[in-house]
């Protein structure tokens, strides 16, 4: 927690009763001032007072001295009454919201509790399970996931930091109010926004000031953390984000940063380099707020901003070498949502310029000055800030991928421009030693554009289709997972593009409802096995991508143990959720059954590319070996609950790292049902074929069987709260393990490759 961040404690024990009573007698004071400055029902007031004085014939110094006299002081009391009203406005505010943020507080305190967590008076959070049942001697009481803490501690967090704003700008305002001793404000503002408002252009005009002086290279770390403080504070306040980019102009914003980040010494370092990250950070969502306004003088400087891309911003204009404009705005535009309308036109200028351009990439953007916080030394590609951007905007990033733009082959779209590799697709830049870069932005506008919300959403909801254009969305979303699909068929293909894979699976997991329902179609059986029916498809709106580029997908994932993991674990989510949905138990073990198939698909997979991994290093490959053999509690992880039908609960396995919204096999009340997760480290093994040695062999023999395990868990549980007869279980276990093994076929390219 930040120092001057409000703690649990203060805003527990902040006394709400007599901030209501200093409202209620400010009301009262507001309302004699105004009756003396104006008057009402017949009392004499400073306005009449003025009025007499101005109608009176006085002559001598009364004309002068004492007229001007009473319309002073009938003045005072006009702003007496207005500043009354200013505070009255303020401190209702402050009374509503610190009352909002203090029940937000102590609702999150409580539910948190049930989760064995807690929370302590400076805001930190920490599991309240005992020593002995963290360790697994209870069975009852639940131990919270790194994760689950991550993710109260954010949510503790984002309480406290409002209530924070809300304070700091109240106490603000009423600073302003009273700074002078002896006289009264003529006008203040009488509400939290307005003041927030008025805060914000104040320190856009004060900022302005200082940056216009120059010699900004020169800024001390005490200066430049003043400067974050503020921008850290105003970044969502349009009164302060519009005013700042207006008041600098397109080409004072770019030189501004230009000259900061990458003086003429070259790179900053130490404290002050990890000072200027943060105002990496801070100015870009700046600019991003800035952006959805759409007044002349913003609208002008977007013109600007894209009309200078091709523009040098040296730091000494003698010497006109540097980045260019675009390299300039696409390093802050890594944070916060852009302007959807800026973006589509910012995106089209930028690659059609790099389009056009003659002979390599990094030629054109061969400029490497530190732009980006901590510094690399590598060309300043402006494409990777872009790809970011579009990752905060899934509208526009889904639009801007199916689309084309620039010159050359006018039937290439930007995505097969950016992800292709076909003639006439991009070559994104390198570093020294060949390796590309960038992959791992673009794949943050993939995940946008398939998925509906902002890569690194905290809380990601799949986007409901409740209208027609939502549904047209979906069908849109579903058009470009079907290009990525077939761009991504081989893990050579993702091999060559490093970065792009943890993306990938993601996509993966958010569509595993329709990876399912693609590959439930075996020698066409779907139709006269109802498919549709069994995965409610029409309701879901699932596409089938075809079962020949699923698996390929699938097999093409599972390379990578990262990327295998993150779709292991939506798989065991969604096919318990699956066999959730159904309401007969012939359906409810068909739905299981498909899900073991995959399961068999994804880890044969799996274990063919561990094989190709290891077949050189037998002892690189026993090493690894001692560290996998059990699936680390995520066989239990994911179980569908008591009964059947939509409101059985579905169990989320433990341990997710990145959050993805994975798709259920039910609706929800108010539309489609989906449960965050991300990847379990779950670590899978490498065929036996490829090892001749004892050890290897237990290992392997192990890791199948707890493979085995954890693609039987939701049958079972199944099976238990359906009191199944030993015999049908015996029976459902045959078919499963049926079930795996064909799946795993699909999968296994022995013949293929000649062994």
Not at 287 to 295: G, P, R, V
């Amino acid at each position: 927690m930040a120092a001057d961040t409000l703690t649990v404690q203060e805003l527990t024990d902040l006394r709400l009763g007599t901030l209501k009573t200093a409202v209620d007698d400010w009301k009262t004071m507001a309302g004699k001032l105004e009756m003396l400055a104006t008057g009402g029902a017949g009392d004499v007031s400073a306005s009449d007072l003025e009025k007499k004085a101005h109608a009176a014939d006085w002559k001598g110094l009364n004309a002068t001295v004492s007229r001007e006299f009473v319309t002073k002081t009938a003045k005072q009391f006009a702003d007496a009454a207005a500043e009354a009203k200013s505070i009255l406005g303020l401190l209702s505010d402050a009374h509503a919201d610190f009352t909002r943020h203090k029940r937000a507080l102590s609702t999150a305190i409580d539910e948190l509790a049930k989760q064995s967590i807690f929370v302590n008076g400076n805001g930190n959070v920490s599991s309240a399970v005992p020593p002995g049942a963290a360790a697994g001697n209870s069975k009852d009481i639940h131990c919270p996931t790194d994760e689950e803490l991550d993710a109260a501690q954010h949510r503790i967090t984002g309480i406290l930091s409002e209530a924070t704003e809300t304070d700091r700008i109240v106490a603000r305002a009423l600073r302003a109010l009273a700074k002078n001793k002896y006289d009264f404000t003529e006008k203040g503002p009488d509400s939290v926004k307005k003041a927030d408002c008025e805060q914000g252009k104040a320190d856009a005009e004060y900022w302005k000031k200082e940056i216009a002086k120059g010699h900004v290279t020169d800024w001390s770390e005490g200066k430049l953390a003043r400067f974050n403080a503020m921008l850290e504070n105003q970044r969502d306040n349009p009164g302060f984000t519009e005013a700042f980019a207006t008041g600098l102009g397109a080409d004072g914003t770019l030189q501004f940063w230009r000259d900061l980040a990458a003086p003429p010494g070259g790179a900053v370092e130490g404290d002050k380099a990890k000072m200027l990250g943060h105002v990496q950070d801070n100015l870009s969502m700046a600019l991003a707020n800035a952006s959805h306004s759409d007044s002349t003088a913003m609208e002008q400087w977007k013109k600007d901003v894209i009309a200078s891309g091709t523009k040098p911003f040296p730091v000494d204009p003698a010497m006109p070498m540097g980045p260019n404009g675009f390299q300039v705005m696409s390093s802050l535009m890594h944070k916060g949502r852009f302007d959807a309308d800026f973006l589509d036109d910012y995106g089209r200028a930028m690659v059609k310029y790099e389009r056009a351009y003659p002979g390599d990439l990094k030629v054109a953007w061969r400029d490497t000055s530190s732009l980006d916080y901590p510094p690399t030394g590598r060309p300043n590609d402006p494409v990777q800030g872009f790809m970011d951007a579009l990752g905060h905007n899934p509208e526009e990033s889904l639009k801007f991928f199916n689309e084309s733009t620039g010159q050359g082959d006018g039937r290439m779209t930007d995505f097969d421009y950016l992800a292709g590799h076909d003639k006439g697709a991009r070559q994104w830049p390198a570093d020294d030693d060949g390796k590309p870069l960038g992959y791992g932005n673009l794949g943050h506008a993939l995940e946008s554009a398939t998925l509906g919300y902002p890569y690194d959403d905290q809380d990601p909801h799949i986007p409901p289709t409740n209208t027609e254009a939502q549904a047209d969305a979906r069908e849109e979303r579903l058009d470009l997972v079907s290009k990525v699909m077939e761009n991504y068929e081989s893990a050579d293909v993702i091999e060559k593009q490093p970065g792009i894979g943890d993306s990938l699976a993601k996509v993966a997991a958010g569509n595993i409802d329709s990876l399912d329902y693609s590959m439930a179609d075996w020698g066409g059986s779907g139709e006269r096995g109802d498919r549709d029916g069994l995965f409610s498809a029409d309701k879901n709106h699932l596409r089938d991508f075809g079962g020949p580029t699923t698996q390929d997908f699938l097999r093409a994932i599972a390379s990578d143990q990262d990327s295998y993991e993150t779709v292991s674990a939506a798989q065991q989510v969604y096919g318990s959720s699956l066999m959730a949905a159904q309401d007969n138990r012939d359906d409810a073990l068909d739905a299981g059954l498909h899900s073991v198939s995959m399961h068999g698909l994804m880890d044969e997979a799996r274990m063919e590319s561990i094989g190709h991994q290891y077949a050189d290093d037998e002892d690189a490959r026993n090493r690894a070996l001692e560290k996998q053999g059990e699936w680390r509690n995520f066989a239990a992880g994911a179980a569908i609950g008591v009964g059947v039908g939509v409101a059985s609960e579905v169990v989320v396995p433990a341990g997710a790292v990145a959050a993805v919204a994975v798709p259920l096999g039910f609706e929800s009340v108010g539309g489609a049902a989906e449960t965050a997760m991300g990847t379990h480290t779950i670590e899978w093994l490498h065929e036996n074929e490829y090892n001749n040695d004892q050890q290897a062999i237990d290992s392997i023999e192990k890791a199948q069987d707890q493979g085995a395990r954890n693609a039987m868990t939701p049958l079972l549980n199944y099976a238990g709260d359906q009191h199944m007869t030993p015999h049908e279980v015996r029976e459902l276990a045959g078919k499963a393990h049926s079930a795996y093994i064909a799946g795993g076929d699909q999968s296994d390219t022995d013949d293929t490759r000649g062994w």
